[in-house]
C-alpha cells in the first residue's frame, strides 16, 4: 500500500476529537483543529495543522469531520480554505484572534474584557444562525451587517487593523480598490467609530440606521382576546392622535373591524391568525410631533336589544342563540384605550425592518373600559387622555382587553412588499388605509376616497315625553335618486355596507358619535352623487322598534357650484322635520332645497315635500376628502378646465397660469400630472405669440421649481421622473422649449427675465428631460429632424457658454446657478447630442469665466463633470482632462501660495503666543481679518482640486472605461511634479496631508514602467531631474518615517508601501543610469537613507504580526523588504570605489540598521556590504588631495600611498551597534551570521585578514555584551546591581578598546543607577573614571570626553573641576569622608598654586576642615553613625543564569546595617528560582553544566594592608575606615576535623582551611561586588589552629587596651567582657584543652617535628599573662569611677593570680610590651606624685617594692621614647624586666585604689585620638616566628618541606565576616603576623572564621530576660564542634584562653547570651554605660562554633549580665 493523494474536495477538514499519540510520526489534534490534508492511506491521514505548517504527521481519518473547501494552488504552496460565506470565514479568524488578546484584557484588569466576551458571544451566536442556512436573504443581509459593525467596533477597542468594506459590508480587496476609493473607505470608516466611541461604547450595538423615508407602516397582530360580553359585539381597532393643543383625538388610519361573540374562540377556531392587520402610510410629522400623543383605541359595540337580558342558565329555552336580526341596535359597550407613543418612537429611533433579527415580539396589553350610563365612547376616551389614573383607578374590569404585538416600519406598504417580496404577511393581511393622501403620490396612483365622521347633534323630543333614542342612518344617492349600494366601508376586516347606522344613545338630545366611515365613489359617479342622512328613535321594546319611522333628515352634496369638493372641515347641515303623511323615501324633491345654512341668508321655513327645516334641531359632521384628481383649489380647478376646454383667450391664459401661483405647494404636487400635462399641451398647441409661450414656460418652471424644492418635496422628484418617462406625451414641446430657454438666456442680463432665469437655471436638468425626452418621442414617431434638433440644441449650449463673458454682477448668479446645473443634463442629452460636441462646449463654458470669478463653483462643475458618463467615454476624457488639469494646476499654483504664507503666519504667531502667553493672541486676534476669509476661500478650492484629483484618479483606474494610458501619461507630466511639491512642503498639522498623499500615491500606482521610463526621460536638464528625485526621495522617506495615515489604516499602508517599492525600484534604475557620471552624491545619498527607512519602517516587521495578518501580507504583497534589500545591494556594487568611499562611514548606521532586521534573506544579502566598506576605507588614499588625482596618476599603484586600515569604519560600527541594540534591533542571530560571513570574507582576504578578523571579533564581543545588557535592562525582574554589572562589563570593554565616547555613555549612565539606589560612594567612584581622562590644562575638550551633566563646559580643567565638586558631594552623602579628602587636596593645589584663587580655596578648606571634624567626632564613633559595611561571597553556579554570572563568584560589599541573612534573602529574591547551596564545599561540574540556578552565599573578611593608618597609636575613628574600605583581598575560613574526632578534646583534631580571595578591583569602587579573579586555599593543622587563635587572642586584648589607652574616655563594657572572658573563665576550656591535646608527653613523643609549633605554643601562653595585666591595670583606673563593679574587679585579679602563678610556673614568664609598661610606669608616677602633694602616707606600700624592682631600665627608658619598636622579637629578659617594672607600678596603683583615691586624681588626660584594635596593627603581638620553626617558601627554593604543601593549596570555599568586630565564632585568625610559609608570600596575614558546613543562620538577636536566656542557654549548639562534657559553648574562644580557676567551675556560662546584639536605637545607645556596669556577667564565653555573626563596630551600651552563681556583695 502506498500513500496517494487526496482530491481536492477532501483536503480540508476540522478535528471533532482530541488525538494524542505517543508515536513520533504522529500529529497532535486537539478539538477544533482545521487541518490540511495532503495524502491518506487505508485508515489515515497526513497533513498539518493550519495554525502550525512547519510540523507534519499522520492522524486517523475517524477523528476528522471533512467540509467543503476551496484550494488553491496558484502560489508557490497549496492553501486550503473552507468553503463557507466569507462572513463566516471572517467571523471565524475574529473570534480566534480575539480570543488571544480576551485572555490579555483578563490579566491586565481591562474594563473592556466584559465587553469583549460580550461581543465574542454575539459573533458566535450569529455565526451558528448563518451556518444553519435557513435565513432568508434580507434577514441575511441585516445580520451581516450587525456583523461587521459589531467586528469593527471590537476591532477599534481592541487596537487592531481598521477593516474597511463596500455598501454590503464585504471587504475590499486592495487589489481591485482604486487607492482614493480605498482611503475614502478608511476615512469613513475611522469617522464612524470614532463617533459611537465619541457617544460611548453601547453594550450591544445596532445597524446604522438608513435614510428614512417619510411614511411608515405599522403591523399589529392580535395575540389574544379577553373580553366578556354578553351579546354579540363588534371592535373596531385604529390608531389615533390626541392633539393636545385642540384637545382633541382624530384617527390616523382606518381601523380594523372584527366581531367577537360571547362563546369568543369556540365559533371561530381561526380567528386569531386573521387578526391581523396593516396601518398604511403613517405620516412621519405625526408620529413625531412633540404636541401629538398615538394611542391603539378600540371600541366595543354591542349588537342586540337596547338593554342586556341576564341569561339564566336553568332555562335551556334561553340558550337557544337566535340569529342577529339585521336591525338590531348598535349600543357602545366599551372602549380599548392604549397610549404607544414611546413604543412608536422607539421603534422609529431602532428603524426596525421585517429582516431584522433578535426582535422579540412583545405582546402588550391594551385594556378595556366599559362605557356607563351616561358616557359616550368619546368622552370615555377623553377622560382616559386627560385623567387616566382615575379612569384606571375606577375600572371593574379587571384583567380584560386584548392582548397584541405592535411592530413599525419605515415605508409604506408598497415599498415593503416589493423590499420583501418573500413576507406572506405583507400579500395577506388587511391593509387600513391612511385618512389623508400619501406623501409621494407616484403617476397613476388614483384613489378618491371622502371619509365622513358623525361629530354630534341635537334633537328635541317631538312628541315623546323623553329624549329620543336617536339612531342615524347614511345612504348615497345619485342625483337621479338612485341608491348606490356597496360604497360606504366601515373599516378594513368588514365588506362595505349600502347602508351606515350610527350607535344609538338611549333618552340621549344631544348625542355625539365621533363616528368615521368612508364613502369611495368613482369619479365620474362623485359628481353626481349626494349623501342622504335620517334620524329615527329607537324604542327599547324591540317589537315597537321595527315600526319606527325616521323623524328627520338631512342631506350634503359632494361637489361645489365652482366645480371643486367640498373643504376638509365640520359641516353643519340643516335638519328637516319629516312629516311622515306627506314624506316618502323615494320623493328627491329635497335635492332643491338647501343643505347647509349660508351666512347672511335666512332660512325658508316653507314645508316642501314634506320636510320643514328645524332651528331648534342640529346636525354636524366633518368630511376629509382624499382625491387624486378632484380639487379643492378653484386657481387650480379653473386653469384644468381651460386647458380642456381648447380656449384661445390669451388675457383668460394668462390670469389663469397668474393664477396658478396661488395654489399650494401641497396641492400642487398632488395634481402635478394633471398641471403638467395642462402646460405642455398649451405650449404646443399655442401659436398666437411668443409672450403666451414666456408665460407657460414661467409656470411650468414655476411647477418645477416646486416639485424639486429639496426642504420640502424631495420625495417628489422620483415622482416627476416617472412622469417624464412614463406619462409625458408632448412630441412637440422641445421645439418650444429650447427657443423660450435660448431667449431667456439671451436675455439674461435684462433685470426682468434674470428672475426666471434664475428658477429656469435650477430646473435646468426637468428642462432638458422635457426636451429630450420628447425629441425622443418625436422620433419614435416620425424618425426625422435630427440635424436640425442638434442645431437648435447646440445654439442653446452656445449661448450659455457665450453668457459666460459677462463681467457684470448681475449675471454673477445665474452663471454660478448655469454651471451648477448644467451637468445635471448631461446624462440626458449625450443620448440624442454628440458627445464630443458637448464636451467642448462644455470647455468653452469653463474658459470663458474669468481665471477667478467663481472658481469654486467652476471645480465643483469639473467634479460634476468627473463624475458624469461623459468622462468616461474616451474620446471625450481625451479633451476635457487637458482643460481640466489645466485649470487645478492655476488653482493648485495659487491656491498653495496663499496657504502657505499665511499658514506660517499662523504657525508663527502660534508659537509666539506660547512664548509669549496669551495676551500676544489676544493683541493679534483681530488682525487681518481679509487675510483669514483669503485662506478660507483658497483652503476650500485647495481641498476641491485635491478631490477632484482623486475622482479623476479613483476613475481612471476603473477597467470599464477603456484605455487609460494617455490620460496617465499626461496626469504625470503636467501635475506629478505639483502634487509632489506640495507634499514635500505640507506639514503633518496640514488638514490636507493625507488626502493629497492619496492622490500622489493613486497617481504612482496608475504609472506602468513605460510610464516611468517616459517621465523620467522627459526632463531636458540633469539638475531638474536631480531635483525631482530628491524631492521624490524626501517624500518617500518622510512618509514611511512619519506615516501620515493612522496606524490601523493597514491596508492603506501596505498598499501605500507597495507603490513605494515599485517607486524605488525606477528610482534605482535612473540613478544607476544617470547618477554616476557625473556623480551626484546627493541623490545616492537620499536614495540609501530613503530605502532604508522603508525597510526598517514598523508597518514592514512581519515578525510583530499575528501569523494570520503575516499569512495575508506575504500571500499579496510578498515581503517587500527583500526586494528593497536587493535594490540596495546592487545599487551599492554598481559604485566605483572612488564613490563608495563618500559613503563611508557615513551609511554604516543606516545598513546596520537595515541588516539587524530579523529577516534571514535580508541579512545575508547585505551584511556584504560592510566587508565592501571595510575595503573602500583600507585601499582610500591616505591623504584627502590623492583622491582628487587624474587618471593618468591612478595608474602606477605601487606609487599611491593607502590608507591601509579602517577606522573612521570600526568606530562608526561601533558606536551605531550600541545605540541600535539598546534601542531594541538585532538578536543572536544577527551575531552569529556576521561573524560567520564577515569571517570567511575577511578570512579570504590576505591583505585585511588580520585586521579584519580582529574587527569582527570586536564587534562579536561586543554584541554578545550588548544583548546581556539589553536582556537585563528590560527585564523588570532583574535587580540594580545586575544592570549595573552589565554596564560596567560594557563600560570594560570599551575602556579596552580605548573607545572614550562610548566608554563615557556609560560610565554616566553607571552614575544615574547608583544614584537612583542612593549608591553615592560608588556614584562618586564611577565619576572619578571621567575626571581621570582630563587634565588640569585649558586645552579645549574634544567631543568624544564631554559631559552631559556640564554640556557648556569647553575646557579640561573647567569640566575636572566640575566634576570633582560632584564627587566630593556624593562622597560626603556617602560618608566617605576621607575619599573626598584626596580630591580637595588635589583641589587646594590647583586653586593655590596654578588659578590662585583663594576665595574657593578659602571655601574648600573650611569643607575639609568639616570632614576632619565628621570622621573624628567621638559621637559618630559612639552612635555608629558610620556603620563598617560587612562582604559577602556570592557564588553563582550553573547555566541558568545571565552570560556574565554564570560560574562565577562575587564579593559583594553590604549596605550600612546589613547581616548575611538579609544579605541572603536581598539576593534570593533577585532569583526567586535558584536553590541555595547548603554546603561550601566547591560544587562538582554537574551542577556548573546544570541549567538550573545554584548560589552560595557566605561571609568574609578585609584584608587590610600594612600602612601607616594600620598603627596601634591611630585613632579608632581612622582606623575604623580603612579596616572595610579600599580592600580587595578578603578571606573565609571552613573548619572540619580529620580523623576521628575526640569526643572530650575536639581541638585534637579540629582543622581549618582557610581561603584568600582577590577581587579585580578594590571595594568600594564603581560597583557593589566585583568578581573574584584569583584564590588561594591553605589547611592549618590543630595545632597551627591552635596557635593562631592564642595569637588572635593575645592581639585582641593588646588592641582593646592600647584602645583604652588612647581614648579612656569610651565605655568599659568591652574591656570588661573582654577580661571576664579570659580571666574568669567558666569552665575548663581554652588553655586546658590545647595542654590536654598538645602539650602532653604522648604528643610531644608521637610528633617530634611539631617542636617549634610546641615552643610557639607554650610562649604565647606566657605572653597573655602580662597583656591581662596591662588591661586589668587599665580596668582598675575605670572602676574607681564605678564603685558598683570594684567586687568584680577584685574577683578578677584574685582569679588572675592564680592564673599567673600556673602559667609562670609552667611556661614562665614573659615580659610586657614596652608602650604598654611606659603607660604603666606614668600613670604610677603620677599617682605617687597626688599621694605625696596630698601628704597621705602609703604605709603599705613596702608591699608591692618588695614583690617588684622598682628600678627601670636605661633600656626601658630608651624604648619608652619609641613605643612602637617594641615587638616580639626583643629578648625574654627584657620582657621580663619590663614585666616586672609594670607589675610594681600596677600593684601600687592598686594599693592607692583600695585606700580610697578619688577618681577624678586617678583619670588620665583624655586623648584626643581613639585608636583601636586594627587587623593589620603593627603591635608587638605580630610575631615574625614560623610556625613551627619553618620558612617561607621561596621561588628559589628547592623542594618545599613537607608542612609547606598543606598551605599552597587552592581557595575553594568563600565567606564574608568582618575582622574589626568582636565575633562568637570560635574560629578565626585575625591580623597577626603569621609565619610566612601561610602568608605564600603575601604580606597581609590571614583572618579565619568559622562559616561552617551549615545553611545562613539569622544572628541571634538580643535577649531582653533571663527567662530568655535561661532558655537560650538551655539550646544545643548549632555547631558540630562543641563538646558534649561541658554545657557552655566557649570553649576555645579568644576570651577563654587563660588558666581556668578552679574556684569559677561552676559558673553558669550565660555571659555569651548577649554577646550578639544589633546596635540598639540611639535613645538606648547612648546611655551611660559605666552606670550600668553592674549588671556586668563574670563570663562572656563564646559559644563553640557559634553562629557567623560579630559585634558591632560600637557595641551596645548595656553591661553583660551578672553571673547568678557569683556572689557580688561578697566581693
Known amino acids: 500500500m502506498k500513500w496517494t493523494s487526496t482530491r481536492d474536495r477532501e483536503r480540508y477538514g476540522v478535528a471533532i476529537y482530541n488525538f494524542c499519540s505517543e508515536n513520533e510520526w504522529c500529529l497532535k489534534l486537539n478539538v477544533g483543529d482545521t487541518v490540511h490534508i495532503l495524502e491518506e492511506l487505508e485508515g489515515w491521514y497526513f497533513g498539518y495543522a493550519l495554525h502550525n505548517k512547519a510540523l507534519r504527521g499522520v492522524f486517523p481519518k475517524s477523528y476528522i469531520k471533512v467540509r467543503d473547501c476551496i484550494v488553491d494552488k496558484t502560489s508557490a504552496v497549496e492553501t486550503v480554505t473552507a468553503r463557507l460565506p466569507p462572513i463566516v470565514q471572517e467571523v471565524t479568524a475574529v473570534l480566534r484572534e480575539w480570543g488571544l488578546l480576551l485572555r490579555e484584557l483578563y490579566l491586565e484588569r481591562s474594563p473592556h474584557f466584559q465587553l469583549v466576551k460580550d461581543m465574542m458571544v454575539e459573533l458566535i451566536a450569529w455565526r451558528k444562525k448563518i451556518l444553519s442556512g435557513q435565513l432568508p436573504g434580507d434577514e441575511l443581509k441585516q445580520l451581516k451587517q450587525r456583523i461587521t459593525k459589531k467586528i469593527d467596533l471590537g476591532n477599534s477597542l481592541l487596537g487592531l487593523d481598521l477593516v ?56 399589529v397582530n392580535i395575540v389574544n382576546v379577553v373580553i366578556k360580553v354578553p351579546e354579540q359585539s363588534e371592535i373596531s381597532l385604529g390608531l389615533y392622535v390626541w392633539d393636545g393643543r385642540e384637545s382633541r383625538e382624530r384617527p390616523l388610519t382606518e381601523p380594523l373591524i372584527f366581531t367577537w361573540t360571547p362563546d369568543g374562540y369556540n365559533e371561530q377556531l381561526g380567528l386569531l391568525n386573521d387578526l391581523r392587520c396593516i396601518f398604511n402610510d403613517l405620516n412621519t410629522m405625526s408620529l413625531e410631533k412633540e404636541s401629538h400623543s398615538i394611542y391603539l383605541i378600540g371600541y366595543v359595540v354591542r349588537e342586540g336589544s337596547m338593554v342586556t337580558k341576564e341569561v339564566d342558565p336553568r332555562r335551556t329555552s334561553m340558550l337557544n342563540k337566535k340569529p342577529l336580526s339585521n336591525d338590531a341596535l348598535r349600543r357602545p359597550y366599551g372602549v380599548l384605550v392604549l397610549e404607544i407613543t414611546q413604543l412608536v418612537r422607539g421603534q422609529m429611533a431602532s428603524d426596525l425592518t421585517l429582516g431584522s433579527i433578535d426582535q422579540e415580539d412583545r405582546d402588550t396589553f391594551a385594556p378595556l373600559f366599559l362605557c356607563g350610563e351616561k358616557d359616550t365612547p368619546d368622552s ?119 347602508e351606515y347606522r350610527s350607535v344609538t344613545y338611549h333618552h340621549e338630545a344631544k348625542p355625539k358619535w365621533m363616528e368615521t366611515f368612508k364613502v369611495a365613489l368613482p369619479i365620474e359617479e362623485f359628481k353626481r352623487a349626494h349623501i342622504k342622512f335620517t334620524m329615527k328613535h329607537r324604542s327599547t321594546n324591540d317589537s315597537k322598534t321595527k315600526h319606527e319611522k325616521p323623524f328627520a333628515m338631512a342631506y350634503m352634496q359632494l361637489m361645489q357650484s365652482n366645480g371643486t369638493t367640498l373643504q376638509n372641515t365640520d359641516h353643519d347641515l340643516i335638519v328637516y322635520k319629516i312629516d311622515s303623511k306627506k314624506w316618502s323615501e323615494d320623493d328627491f324633491g329635497y335635492l332643491k332645497l338647501r343643505w347647509r345654512a349660508v351666512p347672511g341668508e335666512e332660512l325658508d321655513k316653507t314645508a316642501q315635500h314634506g320636510l320643514s327645516p328645524s332651528s331648534k334641531d342640529s346636525f354636524t359632521i366633518n368630511t376629509v376628502f382624499c382625491s387624486t384628481k378632484l380639487t379643492q383649489n378653484a386657481e387650480l380647478q379653473g386653469l384644468l378646465e381651460w386647458g380642456w376646454s381648447g380656449s384661445t383667450d390669451t388675457e383668460a391664459l394668462h390670469i389663469k397660469l397668474e393664477g396658478l401661483r396661488g395654489v399650494s405647494s401641497k396641492e400642487l404636487v398632488i395634481f402635478l400630472q394633471d398641471t403638467l400635462d395642462v402646460l405642455l399641451e398649451i405650449l404646443m398647441n399655442n401659436s398666437t405669440d411668443d409672450e403666451s409661450d414666456n408665460k407657460v414656460f414661467e409656470a411650468l418652471v414655476y411647477v418645477i421649481s416646486v416639485v424639486t424644492d429639496m426642504s420640502k418635496h424631495e420625495a417628489f422628484q422620483p415622482v416627476l421622473d416617472s412622469y417624464i418617462q412614463q406619462n409625458f406625451h408632448a412630441t412637440l414641446a422641445y421645439n418650444k422649449l429650447i427657443h423660450v430657454l435660448r431667449f431667456y438666456v439671451e436675455q439674461g ?131 476635457l482632462l487637458p482643460a481640466f488639469i489645466d485649470h487645478l494646476r492655476k488653482l493648485l499654483v495659487s491656491s498653495e501660495e496663499v496657504t502657505e504664507i499665511v499658514l506660517r503666519k499662523e504657525r508663527t504667531q502660534n508659537k509666539l503666543s506660547k512664548l509669549l502667553g496669551t495676551q500676544f493672541k489676544e493683541d493679534n486676534a483681530g488682525a487681518g481679518p481679509e487675510d483669514k476669509k483669503n485662506v478660507d476661500k483658497k483652503m476650500e478650492e485647495l481641498e476641491l482640486c485635491v478631490n477632484i484629483l482623486g475622482d479623476i484618479l479613483d476613475v481612471l483606474f476603473s477597467s470599464t472605461i477603456g484605455p487609460t494610458h494617455k490620460d496617465v501619461s499626461l496626469l504625470s507630466k503636467e501635475i506629478l511634479r505639483d502634487i509632489l ?188 556590504i560592510f566587508f565592501d566598506m571595510m575595503q573602500c576605507e583600507f585601499y582610500s588614499p591616505k591623504c584627502r588631495g590623492q583622491s582628487q588625482l587624474s587618471e593618468a596618476a591612478r595608474k602606477d599603484r605601487k606609487e599611491q600611498k593607502i590608507k591601509g586600515r579602517f577606522d573612521e569604519f570600526e568606530n562608526e560600527i561601533l558606536e551605531k551597534l550600541d545605540h541600535l541594540i539598546e534601542g531594541g534591533q538585532g538578536d543572536e542571530h544577527f551575531r552569529d551570521i556576521f561573524q560567520n560571513i564577515m569571517s ?121 573641576e566640575a566634576l570633582y565638586h560632584d564627587i566630593i558631594s556624593y562622597f560626603d552623602q556617602g560618608k566617605m569622608w576621607e575619599a573626598a579628602l584626596n580630591l580637595c587636596k588635589e583641589l587646594v593645589v590647583h586653586y593655590e598654586e596654578k588659578t590662585l584663587d583663594y576665595i574657593k580655596l578659602a571655601e574648600l578648606l573650611n569643607q575639609m576642615a568639616s570632614f576632619y571634624n565628621k570622621i573624628m567626632n567621638p559621637q559618630n564613633l559612639r552612635q555608629n553613625i558610620r556603620p563598617e559595611p560587612e562582604y559577602f561571597r556570592v557564588a553563582y553556579y550553573g547555566r541558568g543564569f545571565p552570560g556574565f554570572l554564570q560560574n562565577k563568584v562575587f564579593v559583594y560589599r553590604g549596605h550600612g546595617y546589613e547581616r548575611l541573612s538579609d544579605f541572603t534573602t536581598r539576593i534570593m529574591d533577585q532569583f526567586p528560582n535558584a536553590e541555595m547551596m547548603k554546603k561550601l564545599t566547591p560544587p562538582s561540574n554537574e551542577v556548573k553544566d546544570s541549567p538550573q540556578q545554584f548560589i552560595q552565599i557566605n561571609k568574609v573578611h578585609c584584608q587590610m594592608m600594612e600602612t601607616r593608618f594600620s598603627s596601634p597609636n591611630v585613632a579608632e575613628q581612622i582606623q575604623r575606615y580603612y579596616r572595610a574600605n579600599r580592600v580587595k583581598t578578603f578571606t573565609y575560613s571552613r573548619p572540619f576535623h580529620r580523623g576521628q574526632k575526640d569526643p572530650t578534646n575536639e581541638f585534637a583534631t579540629l582543622c581549618v582551611e582557610k581561603t584568600v580571595l582577590h577581587t579585580s578591583y578594590e571595594l568600594p569602587g564603581i560597583l557593589r561586588c566585583y568578581p573574584v579573579v584569583s584564590q588561594e586555599s591553605v589547611e592549618l593543622s590543630p595545632l597551627e589552629n591552635a596557635i593562631e587563635t592564642m595569637t588572635g587572642a593575645n592581639k585582641d586584648v593588646y588592641d582593646l587596651t592600647r584602645s583604652f589607652i588612647n581614648n579612656p574616655s569610651q ?109 604603666i610606669t606614668r600613670i604610677s608616677r603620677f599617682q605617687t606624685q597626688v599621694s605625696l602633694n596630698n601628704e597621705h602616707s602609703i604605709r603599705n606600700s613596702h608591699h608591692s617594692t618588695s614583690s617588684h624592682d622598682v628600678s627601670v631600665s636605661s633600656e626601658f627608658e630608651d624604648q619608652q621614647k619609641s613605643k612602637e619598636n617594641f615587638g616580639p622579637s626583643s629578648p625574654s629578659s627584657h620582657r621580663s624586666d619590663g614585666f616586672r617594672n609594670s607589675l610594681s607600678r600596677s600593684l601600687h596603683a592598686h594599693s592607692e585604689l583600695i585606700l580610697g583615691l578619688s577618681g577624678s586624681q586617678l583619670s588620665l588626660p583624655r586623648l584626643s585620638m581613639n585608636p583601636s584594635r586594627s587587623s593589620h596593627s603593627s603591635s608587638p603581638w605580630q610575631s615574625k616566628k614560623s610556625i613551627g620553626g619553618f620558612k617561607s617558601p621561596t621561588p628559589s627554593s628547592g623542594k618545599p618541606v613537607k608542612k ?81 562534657s561541658t554545657p557552655c559553648a566557649s570553649t576555645g574562644s579568644r576570651e577563654s584562653l587563660s588558666w581556668p580557676s578552679s574556684t569559677m567551675s561552676t559558673t553558669t556560662p550565660t555571659g555569651s547570651l548577649d554577646d550578639v546584639r544589633p546596635p540598639l536605637p540611639a535613645k538606648t545607645r547612648d546611655k551611660d554605660t559605666d552606670s550600668l556596669i553592674s549588671n556586668l556577667t563574670l563570663n562572656t564565653c563564646m559559644p563553640l562554633g557559634g553562629v557567623l555573626s560579630d559585634y558591632p563596630a560600637e557595641p551596645p551600651e548595656k553591661p553583660p549580665l551578672p553571673d547568678r552563681n557569683h556572689n557580688h556583695k561578697e566581693a
Not at 177 to 200: C, F, M, N, P
Not at 771 to 779: A, E, K, M
Not at 1305 to 1312: I, N, P, S, T
Not at 1867 to 1890: G, H, K, Q
Request: charged fraction near 25%; charge should be neutral.
Open 164 to 219: 474597511v468594506r463596500d455598501e454590503h459590508g464585504n471587504i475590499l480587496n486592495p487589489d481591485i480598490t482604486s487607492t482614493i476609493s480605498l482611503y475614502r473607505h478608511h476615512h469613513d470608516a475611522a469617522q464612524v467609530i470614532k463617533k459611537i466611541q465619541a457617544e460611548g461604547t453601547p453594550t450591544t450595538y445596532t445597524t446604522v440606521k438608513r435614510k428614512t423615508k417619510l411614511s411608515w407602516t405599522a403591523i
Open 380 to 498: 370615555l376616551v377623553r377622560k382616559m387622555m386627560v385623567n387616566r389614573n382615575d379612569v384606571v383607578r375606577e375600572n371593574k374590569m379587571g384583567m380584560q382587553g386584548i392582548h397584541f404585538s405592535f411592530t413599525l416600519l419605515n415605508g409604506d406598504i408598497k415599498q415593503l412588499r416589493e423590499e420583501n417580496p418573500h413576507y406572506v404577511s405583507l400579500h395577506e393581511v388587511p391593509v387600513a388605509s391612511r385618512l389623508g393622501l400619501s406623501e409621494v403620490i407616484m403617476p397613476g396612483d388614483v384613489r378618491n376616497d371622502l371619509y365622513i365622521t358623525l361629530v354630534s347633534g341635537e334633537f328635541s323630543r317631538g312628541p315623546k315625553t323623553s329624549d329620543r333614542n336617536v339612531e342615524v342612518t347614511v345612504r348615497v344617492y345619485t342625483d337621479k335618486g338612485q341608491l348606490i349600494p356597496g360604497v360606504i366601508s366601515q373599516g378594513v376586516g368588514k365588506e362595505c355596507l349600502n
Open 749 to 879: 442680463n435684462v433685470p426682468e427675465r434674470q428672475s426666471t432665469l434664475k428658477k429656469a437655471m435650477k430646473c435646468l436638468q426637468y428642462i432638458f428631460k422635457f426636451i429630450i425626452r420628447s425629441r425622443q418621442l418625436f422620433v419614435e414617431l416620425y424618425e426625422r429632424g435630427q440635424e436640425e434638433f442638434e442645431k437648435i440644441l447646440k445654439q442653446l449650449l452656445e449661448s450659455m457658454a457665450q453668457m459666460m463673458l459677462d463681467t457684470s454682477d448681475s449675471t454673477l448668479t445665474v452663471q454660478a446657478q448655469c454651471l451648477r446645473y448644467i451637468t445635471t443634463t448631461i446624462p440626458d442629452v449625450i443620448t440624442t447630442f454628440d458627445p464630443v460636441t458637448l464636451s467642448e462646449i462644455l470647455i468653452k463654458m469653463l474658459n470663458n469665466l474669468p481665471k477667478h470669478r467663481i472658481a469654486k463653483q467652476k471645480l465643483m462643475t469639473v467634479g460634476e463633470i468627473i463624475h458624469s458618463q461623459l468622462f468616461k467615454i474616451p474620446e471625450c476624457r481625451e479633451l
Open 981 to 1168: 511639491n506640495i507634499v514635500y512642503k505640507m506639514t503633518r498639522e496640514d488638514p490636507l496631508l493625507c488626502q493629497f498623499v492619496s492622490v500622489l500615491i493613486s497617481l504612482l500606482r496608475l504609472m506602468t514602467d513605460k510610464h516611468f521610463v517616459s517621465f523620467l526621460n522627459g526632463f531636458t536638464s540633469l539638475l531638474l531631474l536631480n531635483d525631482f528625485l530628491f524631492e521624490l526621495l524626501m517624500v518617500i522617506k518622510n512618509l514611511v518615517t512619519n506615516n501620515v495615515f493612522p496606524a490601523d489604516w493597514a491596508e492603506m499602508i501596505l498598499l501605500q508601501n507597495s507603490v513605494i517599492v515599485k517607486v524605488l525600484r525606477q528610482c534605482a534604475r535612473i540613478i544607476s543610469e544617470k547618477m554616476r557620471d557625473p556623480f551626484d552624491e546627493v541623490v545616492w545619498n537620499s536614495f540609501f537613507h530613503c530605502a532604508i527607512a522603508f525597510i526598517t519602517q514598523p508597518s514592514l516587521q512581519l515578525e510583530n504580526f499575528s501569523p494570520s495578518k503575516k499569512m495575508k501580507i506575504l500571500s499579496r504583497y510578498r515581503d517587500m523588504r527583500r526586494e528593497t534589500a536587493n535594490e540596495i545591494k546592487s545599487l551599492w556594487f554598481s559604485l566605483v570605489g572612488q564613490h563608495k568611499i563618500r559613503f563611508v562611514p557615513s551609511m554604516v548606521g543606516p545598513f546596520l540598521k537595515m541588516t539587524m532586521l530579523p529577516e534571514v534573506e535580508l541579512r545575508r544579502a547585505t551584511i556584504p
Open 1240 to 1360: 570567511s570574507l575577511c578570512e579570504d582576504h590576505k591583505t585585511m585578514r588580520e585586521p579584519g578578523m580582529k574587527l569582527v571579533r570586536t564587534v562579536s564581543r561586543l554584541m554578545e555584551r550588548l544583548f546581556q545588557y539589553r536582556t537585563i535592562l528590560n527585564t523588570p525582574d532583574n535587580s540594580a546591581e545586575s544592570r549595573m554589572s552589565c554596564t560596567v562589563n560594557l563600560l570594560d570593554f570599551y575602556s579596552e578598546i580605548n573607545r572614550k565616547e562610548l566608554y563615557l555613555r556609560y560610565v554616566y549612565k553607571l552614575a544615574e543607577l547608583h544614584l537612583m539606589c542612593d549608591n553615592f560612594t560608588e556614584a562618586a567612584y564611577t565619576l572619578k573614571l571621567h575626571a581621570e581622562l582630563l587634565k588640569w590644562s585649558q586645552d579645549p575638550i574634544y567631543h568624544a570626553i564631554t559631559s552631559p551633566r556640564h554640556p557648556s563646559l569647553g575646557r579640561h580643567e573647567d569640566l575636572k
Open 1611 to 1719: 565605655p568599659l563594657d568591652p574591656l570588661t567582657r573582654k577580661l571576664s572572658g579570659m580571666v574568669d573563665a567558666a569552665v575548663m576550656g581554652g588553655v586546658a584543652n590545647y595542654e590536654k591535646a598538645f602539650l602532653c608527653d604522648e604528643y610531644e613523643d608521637n610528633h617530634p617535628e611539631d617542636a617549634p609549633l610546641l615552643h610557639r605554643l607554650k610562649e604565647l601562653i606566657s605572653e597573655q599573662i602580662p597583656l591581662l595585666e596591662a588591661a586589668l591595670h587599665i580596668h582598675a583606673n575605670k572602676v574607681v569611677k564605678q564603685s558598683q563593679i570594684q567586687g568584680l574587679h577584685e574577683h578578677l585579679i584574685m582569679s588572675f593570680n592564680r592564673m599567673k602563678t600556673h602559667v609562670q610556673d609552667k611556661y614562665g614568664t614573659a615580659g610586657m610590651p614596652h608602650d604598654l609598661q611606659d603607660h
Open 1844 to 1924: 609547606e604543601s598543606s598551605f599552597s593549596r587552592l581557595l575553594r570555599r568563600e565567606s564574608f565576616s568582618n575582622p574589626n568586630k568582636e565575633t562568637n565564632t570560635q574560629w578565626f585568625m585575625d591580623n597577626v603576623s603569621r609565619p610566612d610559609s601561610l602568608l605564600l608570600n603575601n604580606p597581609a596575614p590571614i583572618i579565619e572564621l568559622s562559616e561552617q558546613v551549615t545553611t545562613p543562620v539569622t544572628p541571634e538577636r538580643p535577649l531582653r530576660t533571663e527567662v530568655e536566656r535561661e532558655k537560650r542557654a538551655s539550646r544545643p549548639t548549632s555547631s558540630n564542634l562543641s563538646t558534649a
